[in-house]
């Protein structure tokens, strides 16, 4: 079975399992570009970078169950893995993901109260 750890061969730096030729080039801009947009993000965002037929990278916020990517000359948001939201900052990205989110919190929040007003009621 062949590894999924990267090795370094000169300039490239690639898990024998890939096979893609990864480079340490690539490797090293998707973690520097990872680290800036956590860093441009703020407190509570984290960066990973990883291999898949080459080297990518995402932010992670865990506390809000949000991540971001860098897809081509775009960014793409998920929150909750399931409501996306894309656009050319990160900013309208996440500000996409949380639109599309809203209403089914709305209703979250409609039916919080429904439970809290019934348990009152039955105590």
């Known amino acids: ?32 570009t990872a680290a800036k947009l956590a860093a ?14 080459g080297w990518h990278f995402n932010v992670n916020n865990k506390s809000m169950d949000l991540n971001v990517s860098l897809c081509n000359t775009s960014y793409m948001a998920i929150l909750a893995e399931q409501y996306a939201g894309f656009g050319k ?8 993901a949380i ?8 209703e ?3 039916i919080d109260a429904a439970i809290k007003s019934y348990q009152a009621r039955t105590r």
Do not use: D
């Open 108 to 110: 979250m929040c409609r």
């Open 40 to 53: 441009r993000l703020g407190r509570g965002w984290e960066a990973e970078v990883f291999e898949n037929l």
């Open 1 to 32: 079975m062949r590894s999924w750890l990267p090795q370094r061969r000169g300039p490239i730096y690639c898990a024998p399992a890939c096979g893609g030729g990864c480079t340490y080039v690539a490797f090293a801009k998707a973690t520097k």
């Open 89 to 96: 900052m990160p900013e309208r990205a996440i500000a996409g």
């Open 99 to 106: 639109h599309k989110a809203k209403p089914t919190l709305a």
